[in-house]
């Protein structure tokens, strides 16, 4: 029913940013972990984009050679690990997008939103790190441990605690992420500069577009499309943008990761040891276009469905879907979701 609420939570107390977050666990969680094949085949098509050439093909190589357990190899890190993620990302997000209107009342929109969304993004990829070194291991080497308890052990008594943080770049493209191992013994310190200062800004800027994409999205729906205020729609309404949005937002950052994202994956399987050897290897076209269907099959559905089951879990304790920028009550000078 329309005016049916499961509880009541008051917009940004504690309460509020507790339940952001309880949803962005919930809705990435379920999401990466329903994808799961997706995500396999795609980190094997950056591997050995001559076996694995289609995502049909892909996926039916994979079931005969390793059969269907294969397709939900690393489920668990996926469940668990996006799960976190989510959560910092979403709850540190509404968090900061609240306190940064506070400050910078004069900016422009399109400036707390990428503030806000780089902000989340760089606890989100802390918190996933972990879950996402072992999970590219476990996909990548069919015998490397049988999930991500295993995973965890043998990466710590292989490499101790740097195989599962000091030394790995956790990179973040919105709703997927590829683990860069550094061992020191592999690369050199120059190395961990360049991943530094080229690839971290690249994973922030690309969850910057992302969320100021998903917010315009909405703000055009409703001003251009539907022409009434979001407090004046149906939940229905509200929902539908809230996956619209999501899409349009999710393939535009697949497209923008795209090049980071293969240049990664060779440099975590040992394919490369630079990034600009890494570059020559894939060449400027493959390094654009390797795995783009896949990436866009992957992460448009998966940010429409996030945002969906979010928004979802939002209206259903009485609060407003996400983006739309109307005022808040109290105070007409700060942005209110």
Request: proline fraction near 3%; hydrophobic fraction near 40%; charged fraction near 20%.
């Amino acid at each position: 029913m329309e005016g049916e609420r499961l509880f009541e939570v008051e917009e940004f107390s504690a309460g509020y940013y507790g339940l952001c977050t309880a949803g962005g666990m919930l809705s990435a969680g379920i999401t990466h972990l329903a994808i799961t094949p997706l995500d396999v085949l795609k980190v094997n098509m950056q591997v050995d984009p001559l076996k694995y050439r289609g995502i049909s093909s892909g996926l039916i190589t994979l079931w005969r050679e390793q059969g269907h357990s294969a397709l939900w190899r690393g489920w668990s890190g996926k469940l668990f690990g996006y799960g976190v993620q989510g959560g910092f990302k979403f709850g540190l997000y509404e968090y900061f997008k609240r306190s940064y209107s506070e400050l910078l009342v004069d900016q422009r929109r399109s400036a707390i939103f990428f503030l806000s969304g780089a902000s989340a993004q760089v606890f989100a990829d802390v918190a996933l790190c972990p879950f996402e070194a072992v999970k590219v291991q476990v996909q990548t080497q069919p015998h490397f441990a049988r999930g991500l308890t295993d995973g965890f052990r043998k990466l710590y008594v292989n490499e101790g605690l740097s195989g599962l943080a000091a030394y790995r770049c956790a990179i973040q493209y919105d709703n997927h992420i590829t683990s860069c191992g550094l061992p020191m013994s592999g690369f050199l310190l120059l190395e961990i500069v360049i991943m530094t200062f080229y690839v971290l800004p690249l994973l922030l800027a690309v969850s910057m577009i992302m969320f100021s994409t998903f917010e315009h999205s909405v703000d055009l729906m409703y001003q251009k499309v539907i022409q009434r205020r979001k407090e004046d729609c149906s939940r229905a309404e509200q929902l539908g943008v809230t996956c619209l949005s999501g899409y349009v937002a999710g393939s535009v950052g697949s497209v923008i990761s795209n090049p980071a994202d293969n240049i990664v994956s060779f440099l975590y399987n040992r394919k490369a040891e630079t990034v600009r050897q890494a570059i020559k290897e894939i060449g400027l076209v493959n390094l654009f276009t390797r795995s783009l269907p896949v990436r866009i099959t992957l992460v448009g559905p998966v940010a429409t469905l996030q945002w969906f089951l979010y928004d979802t879990i939002k209206v259903l304790t009485g609060l407003p879907t996400s983006g739309g920028h109307t005022r808040h009550e109290k105070d007409p000078n700060l942005l209110r979701q």
